[in-house]
């Protein structure tokens, strides 16, 4: 199905549809962005519930007004919107309709899931003498990779591959790609009750390598950057 | 990139690193097979058969006093060679561990050496260079019910 037809598919199935007001992003709402003579709509961020805006009879004007934006990728919450029908509604994501695009997290998470088995692990679980993975660590490692793939993929608009999951003897945690192209480790380990990630990368041959430790609490440029090599 | 040898290392030398499955994917071992204890215990192959060197697990005790079961674990090889050529690697070592009289659960090793580095992350660089090494199972179970 080409992009038109799909998007004609698309608003044939919608009978009414207001924007999203509450999609979390970082975009700022005071620039065009809620511009009615670009974006259509003004959107109320205030709002706590879905509010039904003006009606969208074309949402083919949305797309061709976002599609020569130079960000496309931020304006994907405007295109939440709700789709009203007889007695319901429900909440519709349009740009998955036109792109089949899905949530960047949807590949780690469904790693996390599969590795939800280390929260299981009990002392000993290597036949030596391993310590348990605290839960703690694990959630704070996942949380960390998570952020760092939904950065990439703001700034980038493409989602990294997911790691292997895997504790360590010593109690800490390993996230590893090894791929065609490169390769990085990052080990997530407690200090004074705060985590830290210690990681190593490099590309083919040994180039660009990349090591060091930083916090993980927060999202750092330098990281987030090298890491995009994990496409 | 010097690595000092504490022993005759030959490039062509190989330390058989152990591996519990929770280690392994794919048939691969992973970065964490790799993680340092003081220093990577192997077993150099000069001293030792692989059957031998998975026989020691399987007399080696838990820590509920248990024999490990060797079912749970795979054996890898790293040539000398290339451990060298891994920037970060400080030593190798040649310290094969004997108790007089012996102790239930912690085998003499006459082949144990112990690679020294400091920045854990280069287990990443160790998990590509190894290779599987095949062991006969059967051997193996000989190995231990005669000793």
């Not at chain 1, 061709?64 to 007889?86: A, C, E, W």
């Not at chain 1, 996390?112 to 088995?117: D, E, P």
Request: aromatic share 12%; charged share 25%; with cysteine.
């Amino acid at each position: 199905m080409s992009m038109t037809q799909k998007l004609n598919s698309t608003i044939r199935s919608v009978e009414d549809c207001g924007l999203h007001p509450n999609y979390k992003n970082d975009f700022d709402l005071n620039n065009n962005f809620s511009d009615q003579t670009i974006y259509g709509t003004p959107i109320d961020i205030e709002g706590n519930e879905y509010q039904k805006k003006e009606s969208v009879d074309k949402f083919a004007d949305i797309y061709t007004k976002f599609d020569n934006h130079i960000h496309v990728g931020s304006i994907r919450g405007h295109l939440k919107g709700i789709v009203y029908r007889p007695h319901s509604y429900k909440i519709h994501d349009f740009w998955e309709d036109i792109f089949d695009r899905q949530n960047p997290l949807d590949l780690f998470n469904q790693t996390i899931s599969k590795s939800k088995y280390i929260l299981e692990l009990e002392k000993g679980w290597d036949d030596a003498e391993a310590p348990r993975i605290e839960p703690s660590l694990f959630n704070t490692a996942c949380k960390c990779i998570s952020n760092y793939i939904e950065y990439i993929y703001k700034e980038k608009f493409f989602v990294i591959q997911s790691p292997e999951i895997a504790p360590v003897a010593d109690g800490s945690l390993d996230f590893s790609w090894q791929l065609d192209n490169a390769r990085m480790l990052i080990n997530f380990r407690s200090f004074n009750e705060e985590v830290f990630a210690y990681f190593y990368g490099d590309l083919k041959d040994n180039k660009i390598p990349i090591k060091g430790n930083v916090p993980a609490k927060e999202v750092f440029e330098h990281l987030m950057k090298w890491m995009q090599y994990l496409k | 990139m010097d690595v000092k040898l504490n022993g005759e290392f030959s490039d062509n030398c190989v330390l058989i690193r152990n591996s519990h499955k929770q280690y392994i994917k794919n048939a691969k071992p992973l970065p964490a097979a790799f993680s340092p204890d003081g220093g990577m215990s192997t077993d150099w192959d000069k001293y030792t058969t692989p059957e031998e060197s998975l026989a020691r697990i399987g007399l080696t005790t838990k820590i509920n006093g248990e024999l490990k079961n060797t079912d749970f674990f795979n054996l890898f090889g790293l040539k000398v060679g290339d451990i060298k050529m891994i920037e970060g690697v400080n030593s190798i070592d040649f310290t094969p561990i004997f108790h007089n009289p012996k102790i239930y659960g912690k085998p003499n090793n006459p082949s144990h050496s112990d690679v020294h580095y400091v920045d854990v992350e280069l287990r990443l660089k160790f998990s590509e260079i190894a290779f599987p090494i095949n062991v006969d199972r059967s051997a193996v179970s000989l190995i231990i019910s005669q000793s």
